[in-house]
């Protein structure tokens, strides 16, 4: 044989593991809170889906199309992650043209221009949300389940009276469309640690915390506290909003101090805060910590210490 | 002992570990290199012209990190050739044209050996280095204060993909090890060895518990190894079989061990029983380019064409050629390369089984990170080398990479990790010797 082969330097096999791959592993995730999502909310929440889905898609496409980027980084499959999980942390009677606004503001401001994928400071579903909060006042009322009588309200934790805790469970009250079925969240949770494509630390310590601190500063009932910690948002943010690569820390110890933080904001902002949902902003500063984060729990190198 | 170090797991492909290990016809040249081995390159002892005989030594050691260099067939020498070795430099290779006799050299003799400065010179004389892959002339291990060793560690962990020659020689030639293992033990007095292999290399445990119930002095022990890559790293056996952590700059015998792989052990033990000297290699053949992927037994010098003919050829044009495993291994551009002293097997792989994905960008998902045995952060190392900070590199810890390339494989963006630390550590290493000049 005379012709060459290709030379590489090792190693030249692969897991297989690919950024689409676990974007699509994501968006599998997302599909019960979704499905959930649409069935409280009707038919609505999937126009807000759809909306957001194709404007974070378009705007990336369109941005490395303007950029003249070397690569098209659609076919990876994160702006739909943003645009999917933008729309759940959406009310579903929101206007369409805002959906449009905050997907810009998630995939050109937050994402693209700091780099792209990989780049971004913060997460931009969340920090899209914040900015949606502060820009419209369509936020600050919660959609209400379509078998309700009330069209709109203020979501559970500004309202006097809490839902029952099977309410909250099953998500059939007032609130963004994916935020309020907790099993349906919970079902995706699990989806994401089975496929590894999270760990239990964030998630776990996250709603631990929120849990451990509700009861304590909401009067040592087991009830009111496990109220409090399904609902606002806590398990979609714990699951699918703090657990994002870029902007959490990647190390075990690091997880842990990520959500224990998250946790702690997100009770001091909701009970001491003029806000009453707290997630949101918690996971918000914490990425911008994170890199701090990442400094003070770098791993140990193991053949650092001994002698020379 | 703290919890077990980090690694991955590979697909395992160990397509060879059932059918029998065949012995190929005499090839009919063979091309030897002076330079099989880490070290100066072997002088040459004989020129064109000359008859040679299985056994005949062609190349002396140049120095104390050298190695003997002999003919793997008889025949005549017909030419010296330069020969282009895979990390790009040159050297001698002798081309001998084989006679298809096999005649041994007259006079092989087993050694006596019954001091440390008796077992340097067997080992140096028996061409032995280290056959793992690293090719470490293995005399130079031994040249240590015995009242210092403790350990005897022998690497039967073998964790790459493919590549089962080291099981083939658990499997066949305990008798070897357990006569090396004595005479090592006389010579030197190291009265502890132990063995680390892979658990899911059941049938390799097995035979080396027979062995370790056998052997009475030293007292050699088993250690199951888990079955995850990559276990033969020396840090990581050292570590795993002994609890014992090798720091930076050191060396395993900075921490009472002497580490050898289980194949080389073997061919110590080869020489010491007969008096012949590494002319042959046990090397796997496999890969989906392969017709029939089965372990072989091959005269040293052989080509790999050659080599892939006694397995039935190639069916298809192969995507990479491979010397050893797939996560280490050294690619070579064509099947005129020869059978090293070093070489385990020889792989074949299919445009299919070489695809690699696309470099895309790093998401940051903290997969090296987590994955890397020694807890360095690849990604890191990787953008520092980027911007050739070499106080971050240094920081970063980059010279205790192993190269073992567990970060590339877990990559989704199949970033070029350790390739990234491979040209770090030679950017520090060229820094170094700038500073030393």
């Given at each position: 044989m005379s012709s060459l082969t290709k030379v590489a330097i090792s190693p030249h096999i692969h897991s297989g593991r690919s950024t689409s791959g676990i974007m699509l592993d994501v968006l599998i995730a997302l599909l019960p809170a979704t499905i959930a999502g649409t069935v409280i909310f009707g038919l609505k929440s999937l126009l807000v889906v759809a909306v957001c889905l194709i404007c974070c898609v378009g705007f990336e496409a369109l941005f490395n199309i303007i950029a003249k980027s070397k690569r098209q980084t659609v076919t990876d499959l994160s702006a739909a992650v943003t645009g999917l999980l933008l729309a759940l942390n959406l009310p579903a009677n929101i206007p369409l043209w805002q959906c449009a606004v905050g997907s810009l503001f998630a995939i050109i401001i937050v994402k693209c221009i700091f780099g792209g994928i990989g780049k971004n400071l913060v997460n931009p579903a969340i920090a899209a949300r914040v900015f949606m909060l502060v820009?419209?006042?369509?936020?600050a009322t919660a959609a209400f389940p379509v078998n309700a009588d009330a069209v709109s309200g203020a979501t559970p934790l500004a309202a006097e009276k809490m839902p029952s805790l099977l309410t909250l469970f099953l998500g059939n009250y007032g609130g963004a469309i994916g935020e309020t079925c907790t099993a349906a969240l919970l079902l995706g949770g699990l989806y994401l640690l089975i496929r590894r494509i999270i760990t239990w630390q964030i998630p776990v310590v996250f709603i631990a915390t929120v849990f451990a601190l509700s009861f304590l500063m909401k009067g040592f009932d087991v009830t009111t506290a496990l109220s409090l910690t399904m609902s606002g948002g806590v398990f979609i943010g714990a699951f699918f909003m703090a657990t994002d690569y870029t902007t959490s820390p990647p190390t075990a110890w690091g997880k842990v101090i990520f959500g224990f933080g998250a946790g702690l904001l997100t009770c001091l902002i909701r009970y001491y805060g003029t806000y009453p949902e707290g997630v949101s902003f918690a996971i918000l500063f914490m990425n911008i910590l994170n890199p701090y984060i990442i400094r003070w729990t770098r791993k140990k190198v193991f053949t650092e210490g001994g002698s020379k | 002992m703290a919890s077990y170090l980090t690694g991955i797991i590979t697909p395992h492909r160990k397509h060879t570990k059932k059918s029998p290990t065949i012995r190929m016809d005499v090839p009919k040249t063979v091309t030897i290199p002076m330079e099989m081995h880490i070290g100066k390159p072997a002088i040459p002892t004989v020129k064109v012209g000359d008859l040679v005989k299985v056994g005949t030594k062609i190349g002396e050691a140049d120095g104390k990190i050298s190695s003997n260099i002999y003919s793997s067939v008889s025949g005549k020498v017909v030419k010296f050739v330069e020969y282009l070795l895979f990390n790009g430099f040159v050297t001698t290779a002798a081309v001998i044209e084989s006679d298809g006799e096999m005649t041994m050299e007259e006079g092989l003799t087993p050694p006596t050996v019954n001091t440390k400065e008796d077992l340097i010179e067997a080992i140096k004389a028996s061409g032995v280095v280290g056959l793992g892959g690293a090719g470490f002339p293995t005399q130079v291990k031994f040249d240590v204060d015995p009242e210092k060793v403790d350990y005897l560690i022998i690497n039967g962990a073998e964790c790459e993909p493919y590549v089962t020659s080291d099981t083939v020689t658990m499997l066949t030639r305990g008798d070897d090890m357990a006569y090396a293992l004595q005479t090592i033990n006389r010579a030197m007095g190291i009265s502890k060895a132990i063995i680390g292999v892979e658990s899911n290399n059941k049938k390799a445990v097995r035979a080396m518990q027979i062995l370790a119930d056998a052997v009475i002095w030293p007292d050699v022990n088993v250690k199951v190894l888990p079955?995850?890559?990559?276990?033969?790293?020396e840090k990581v056996l050292v570590y795993h079989t002994t609890g014992r952590k090798i720091h930076a700059n050191q060396l395993p015998i900075d921490v009472g061990c002497i580490v050898v792989n289980c194949t080389t052990l073997a061919a110590i033990g080869a020489y010491l029983k007969t008096g012949i000297p590494l002319v042959e290699k046990c090397v796997t053949v496999d890969g989906g380019a392969v017709k029939k992927p089965r372990n072989v037994m091959v005269p040293i010098g052989t080509s790999l064409e050659d080599l892939f003919n006694a397995c039935g050829g190639l069916t298809v044009e192969p995507a990479k050629i491979i010397y050893g495993g797939p996560m280490m291994g050294i690619t070579v551009p064509n099947t005129s390369a020869s059978v090293l002293k070093n070489t385990n097997a020889a792989l074949a792989l299919t445009a299919k089984e070489a695809k690699l994905p696309k470099t895309t960008a790093c998401i940051r998902c903290g997969s090296c990170v987590n994955t890397c045995p020694f807890g360095l952060a690849p990604i890191s190392i990787a953008e520092a080398y980027d911007r050739k900070d070499v106080d971050a590199l240094k920081a970063l810890h980059v010279t205790t990479c192993m190269e073992c390339g567990c970060c590339s494989f877990v990559c989704p963006a199949n970033r070029p990790l350790v390739q990234k630390n491979k040209l770090s550590k030679q950017l520090l290493k060229d820094i170094k010797e700038g500073e030393n000049k």
């Amino acid at each position: 044989m005379s012709s060459l082969t290709k030379v590489a330097i090792s190693p030249h096999i692969h897991s297989g593991r690919s950024t689409s791959g676990i974007m699509l592993d994501v968006l599998i995730a997302l599909l019960p809170a979704t499905i959930a999502g649409t069935v409280i909310f009707g038919l609505k929440s999937l126009l807000v889906v759809a909306v957001c889905l194709i404007c974070c898609v378009g705007f990336e496409a369109l941005f490395n199309i303007i950029a003249k980027s070397k690569r098209q980084t659609v076919t990876d499959l994160s702006a739909a992650v943003t645009g999917l999980l933008l729309a759940l942390n959406l009310p579903a009677n929101i206007p369409l043209w805002q959906c449009a606004v905050g997907s810009l503001f998630a995939i050109i401001i937050v994402k693209c221009i700091f780099g792209g994928i990989g780049k971004n400071l913060v997460n931009p579903a969340i920090a899209a949300r914040v900015f949606m909060l502060v820009a419209f006042g369509s936020m600050a009322t919660a959609a209400f389940p379509v078998n309700a009588d009330a069209v709109s309200g203020a979501t559970p934790l500004a309202a006097e009276k809490m839902p029952s805790l099977l309410t909250l469970f099953l998500g059939n009250y007032g609130g963004a469309i994916g935020e309020t079925c907790t099993a349906a969240l919970l079902l995706g949770g699990l989806y994401l640690l089975i496929r590894r494509i999270i760990t239990w630390q964030i998630p776990v310590v996250f709603i631990a915390t929120v849990f451990a601190l509700s009861f304590l500063m909401k009067g040592f009932d087991v009830t009111t506290a496990l109220s409090l910690t399904m609902s606002g948002g806590v398990f979609i943010g714990a699951f699918f909003m703090a657990t994002d690569y870029t902007t959490s820390p990647p190390t075990a110890w690091g997880k842990v101090i990520f959500g224990f933080g998250a946790g702690l904001l997100t009770c001091l902002i909701r009970y001491y805060g003029t806000y009453p949902e707290g997630v949101s902003f918690a996971i918000l500063f914490m990425n911008i910590l994170n890199p701090y984060i990442i400094r003070w729990t770098r791993k140990k190198v193991f053949t650092e210490g001994g002698s020379k | 002992m703290a919890s077990y170090l980090t690694g991955i797991i590979t697909p395992h492909r160990k397509h060879t570990k059932k059918s029998p290990t065949i012995r190929m016809d005499v090839p009919k040249t063979v091309t030897i290199p002076m330079e099989m081995h880490i070290g100066k390159p072997a002088i040459p002892t004989v020129k064109v012209g000359d008859l040679v005989k299985v056994g005949t030594k062609i190349g002396e050691a140049d120095g104390k990190i050298s190695s003997n260099i002999y003919s793997s067939v008889s025949g005549k020498v017909v030419k010296f050739v330069e020969y282009l070795l895979f990390n790009g430099f040159v050297t001698t290779a002798a081309v001998i044209e084989s006679d298809g006799e096999m005649t041994m050299e007259e006079g092989l003799t087993p050694p006596t050996v019954n001091t440390k400065e008796d077992l340097i010179e067997a080992i140096k004389a028996s061409g032995v280095v280290g056959l793992g892959g690293a090719g470490f002339p293995t005399q130079v291990k031994f040249d240590v204060d015995p009242e210092k060793v403790d350990y005897l560690i022998i690497n039967g962990a073998e964790c790459e993909p493919y590549v089962t020659s080291d099981t083939v020689t658990m499997l066949t030639r305990g008798d070897d090890m357990a006569y090396a293992l004595q005479t090592i033990n006389r010579a030197m007095g190291i009265s502890k060895a132990i063995i680390g292999v892979e658990s899911n290399n059941k049938k390799a445990v097995r035979a080396m518990q027979i062995l370790a119930d056998a052997v009475i002095w030293p007292d050699v022990n088993v250690k199951v190894l888990p079955p995850v890559y990559p276990q033969g790293g020396e840090k990581v056996l050292v570590y795993h079989t002994t609890g014992r952590k090798i720091h930076a700059n050191q060396l395993p015998i900075d921490v009472g061990c002497i580490v050898v792989n289980c194949t080389t052990l073997a061919a110590i033990g080869a020489y010491l029983k007969t008096g012949i000297p590494l002319v042959e290699k046990c090397v796997t053949v496999d890969g989906g380019a392969v017709k029939k992927p089965r372990n072989v037994m091959v005269p040293i010098g052989t080509s790999l064409e050659d080599l892939f003919n006694a397995c039935g050829g190639l069916t298809v044009e192969p995507a990479k050629i491979i010397y050893g495993g797939p996560m280490m291994g050294i690619t070579v551009p064509n099947t005129s390369a020869s059978v090293l002293k070093n070489t385990n097997a020889a792989l074949a792989l299919t445009a299919k089984e070489a695809k690699l994905p696309k470099t895309t960008a790093c998401i940051r998902c903290g997969s090296c990170v987590n994955t890397c045995p020694f807890g360095l952060a690849p990604i890191s190392i990787a953008e520092a080398y980027d911007r050739k900070d070499v106080d971050a590199l240094k920081a970063l810890h980059v010279t205790t990479c192993m190269e073992c390339g567990c970060c590339s494989f877990v990559c989704p963006a199949n970033r070029p990790l350790v390739q990234k630390n491979k040209l770090s550590k030679q950017l520090l290493k060229d820094i170094k010797e700038g500073e030393n000049k």
